[in-house]
């Protein structure tokens, strides 16, 4: 992916484990090209890239940019997106049940110190259960 940035504020997310990448604009103008495609974002504005297809939406920034800020928001989006999200803000492995991966969660969650805090809310909040084992943390159906 080749970004142009014209004095811009944005989020790239792309990883090596992901097939899908991500640039979301919160201010400015950006140019993407990917191939021979291209698209110019503007505010308020995700393009996505999966291993078929492009596509730019019209997105709440804050979903994407809130991690900055100490806290993470969400809207109808799969548990397994959001564990994934504190796995890589806590840099500790988090394992999801494929029963409850597409359960679609909104809300906020601070991000406290420790993980242990965060799990114990998304406990509180949803239906499930966790555990640790050896480095890793095990979500499953309550």
């Known amino acids: 992916m080749l970004i142009n940035v014209v004095g811009t504020q944005f989020n790239v997310t792309a ?3 992901d097939t899908d990448y991500s640039v979301v604009l919160v201010e400015g103008c950006v140019d993407v090209s990917i191939d021979k495609e291209k698209a110019r974002l503007l505010p308020n504005q995700m393009l996505s890239v999966s291993t078929d297809r492009i596509f730019v939406k019209k997105i709440d920034v804050n979903n994407y940019i809130s991690w900055k800020e100490g806290y993470l928001q969400f809207t109808s989006e799969p548990l397994s997106n959001i564990l994934k999200r504190l796995s890589r803000y806590y840099d500790t ?3 999801c049940d494929q029963n409850i991966a597409q359960l679609k969660c909104n809300g906020k969650l601070v991000l406290f110190d420790n993980i242990e805090d965060v799990m114990k809310t998304i406990y509180n909040t949803i239906p499930i259960k966790y555990s640790h084992e050896a480095d890793r943390i ?5």
């Open 138 to 142: 095990l979500v499953q159906k309550k």
């Open 15 to 17: 990883y090596d484990e």
């Open 93 to 95: 492995p988090i394992d």
